[in-house]
T-cell receptor, first 114, second 115 residues
Framework: AQSVTQPDIHITVSEGASLELRCNYS??????LFWYVQSPGQGLQLLLK????DTLVQGIKGFEAEFKRSQSSFNLRKPSVHWSDAAEYFC????????????WGLGTSLAVNP | DGGITQSPKYLFRKEGQNVTLSCEQN?????MYWYRQDPGQGLRLIYY???????QKGDIAEGYSVSREKKESFPLTVTSAQKNPTAFYLC??????????????FGAGSRLTVL
C-alpha cells in the first residue's frame, strides 16, 4: 500500500539548534517528493521538491532535504532553527501523471524554544 | 501577485444547513482541488477538477458537492448530508502536465464550524 510516514508527531527544539524532520514512504513508482509548511490557521506553502537528479535539494527559508532511495526516506533539515520556523510540516509523495494521487503524511508539529 | 483566494475565512453553520465555500485562483491553473484537514489526520482529498465542467470524487466526497463552471472558480458545497462537517477546508490548484502537476498551490483555508 502507498503511504507516507512522519514518525514524529511533535518536536521541540531550541532556537539556533539544528533540525531534522523524518519522512518515510512506501510507493510503487519512482516518487516525486515534497515538503510543505503550514502556519496555524493558514494554508500550506511548498518548502521544496524532488523530481529527479541531485538527491540533496535546497528549498526556501534555509531548508534542505535529502532523498535516500535505499531507505525510502526524504528527511528535511535545517542547520539553525529560528523561532519563526514553528509550524506544522507535511511530507507528500506523488508520481508522474498522477497529481491527484498525492499521498500525504500526517504532519510533524514543530515548537521552537527561545 | 497570483494566488488562490478562499472565502469566507470563518463560517458557522447550524445543523441541517448547506454552506458553500468559495475558491478563486488567478494562476491560470487547469487543476483545482478541495482538501479537508482535521487535527491529526493530515489532508484528505474531497474533490478535484482538471478541466471546466468536469470533476472527480476524491477519497471523502460523501456529503459534498462541487461545480467548475469557470477555470478560475471551484466552489465547494457542504451539504446537510455531511455528518461531521466541522473542519478546516483547503483549496489548491496546479498545472496538469509534467512534474509540476504534483506541485500544489494552496489558499489560506476556510474554517467551518457547525453549531
Amino acid at each position: 500500500a502507498q503511504s507516507v510516514t512522519q514518525p514524529d508527531i511533535h518536536i521541540t527544539v531550541s532556537e539556533g539548534a539544528s533540525l531534522e524532520l523524518r519522512c518515510n514512504y512506501s510507493y510503487g513508482a519512482t516518487p516525486y517528493l515534497f515538503w510543505y509548511v503550514q502556519s496555524p490557521g493558514q494554508g500550506l506553502q511548498l518548502l521544496l521538491k524532488y523530481f529527479s537528479g541531485d538527491t540533496l535539494v535546497q528549498g526556501i527559508k534555509g531548508f534542505e532535504a535529502e532523498f535516500k532511495r535505499s531507505q525510502s526516506s526524504f528527511n528535511l533539515r535545517k542547520p539553525s532553527v529560528h523561532w519563526s520556523d514553528a509550524a506544522e510540516y507535511f511530507c507528500a509523495v506523488g508520481a508522474a501523471g498522477n497529481n491527484r494521487k498525492l499521498i500525504w503524511g500526517l504532519g510533524t508539529s514543530l515548537a521552537v524554544n527561545p | 501577485d497570483g494566488g488562490i483566494t478562499q472565502s469566507p475565512k470563518y463560517l458557522f453553520r447550524k445543523e441541517g444547513q448547506n454552506v458553500t465555500l468559495s475558491c478563486e485562483q488567478n494562476l491560470n491553473h487547469d487543476a483545482m482541488y478541495w482538501y479537508r484537514q482535521d487535527p491529526g489526520q493530515g489532508l484528505r482529498l474531497i474533490y478535484y477538477s482538471q478541466i471546466v465542467n468536469d470533476f472527480q470524487k476524491g477519497d471523502i466526497a460523501e456529503g459534498y458537492s462541487v461545480s467548475r463552471e469557470k477555470k478560475e472558480s471551484f466552489p465547494l458545497t457542504v451539504t446537510s448530508a455531511q455528518k461531521n462537517p466541522t473542519a478546516f477546508y483547503l483549496c489548491a490548484s496546479s498545472i496538469i502536465r509534467g512534474p509540476g502537476a504534483n506541485v500544489l498551490t494552496f489558499g489560506a483555508g476556510s474554517r467551518l464550524t457547525v453549531l
